[in-house]
């Protein structure tokens, strides 16, 4: 129980008052006490309670949160919001082959590409958030590189220009990563994320 002070922030209900009381402070509680309503910081309803202490008359007053009432969406959560999504290629090797004779021929090369994710959030837990809001996963892990080296064969059509090509399909998104925090919007980032999605290779020919 507090003494001397002002009450602005008193906010205990009424059925509680009387359990907290003294008996000689309850004596002298009058029903009008109850009367005063106000809303808190919080936009929530709250009581005031004044009274005289039956003991050396000082001005006293309880003071205590509701627990019932409390309104809010129940909503914590943080989501993507996509401004621009786009697939494309990261192509490491291209090569043009020309083949006069009238047989097929091959082509072999030991070929290097990168498994990449620039994220663009800054947890992996967020990354996950976001290939889930747009559809396509990382073929790599969460802000780490690595390289790949395959032996890659081509087969180059008879009397033809063969273009091959070999590299990484890659996947680009920017947008905002929202937090909300009881249905109340907290903090929007912006996030500019691109990563490698799978292996990629390509054959083109043309007749001489």
């Known amino acids: 129980m507090l003494t001397k002070k002002k009450l602005a922030t008193a906010t205990i209900a009424s059925t509680l008052f009387f359990a907290t ?3 000689l402070a309850a004596q002298n509680v009058e029903a009008s006490d109850l009367e005063q309503t106000f809303l808190t910081e919080e936009g929530q309803v709250g009581t005031e ?6 003991i050396d008359g000082e001005e006293v007053f309880e003071e205590i949160q509701p627990s019932i009432g409390v309104r ?14 786009s697939s494309g290629t990261k192509i490491s090797y291209t090569a043009e082959v020309i083949n006069k004779s009238t047989g097929a021929d091959k ?3 030991s070929l290097t590409r990168e498994k990449f994710v620039k994220a663009g959030v800054s947890t992996s837990a967020e990354f996950n958030i ?10 790599g ?3 780490k590189s690595s390289k790949v080296t395959v032996t890659y064969t081509w087969s180059i059509p008879a009397k033809t220009k063969t273009t091959i090509q070999y590299g990484s399909k890659t996947y680009a998104t920017t947008g905002y990563m929202a937090r909300y925090s009881r249905g109340n919007l907290t903090s929007k980032t912006y996030v500019n994320s691109s990563y490698s ?9 043309k007749g001489l």
């Open 21 to 23: 009381l003294t008996p």
């Open 49 to 54: 309670i004044q009274y005289e202490d039956g």
């Open 72 to 85: 809010y969406v129940a909503y914590d959560e943080t989501v993507y919001m996509p401004s621009t999504k």
């Open 107 to 109: 082509v072999s090369r």
């Open 130 to 139: 976001l290939t889930a809001k747009v559809g396509v996963k990382a073929e």
């Open 141 to 143: 892990s969460f802000g």
């Open 197 to 205: 999605t799978a292996e990629y290779s390509n054959k083109t020919s």
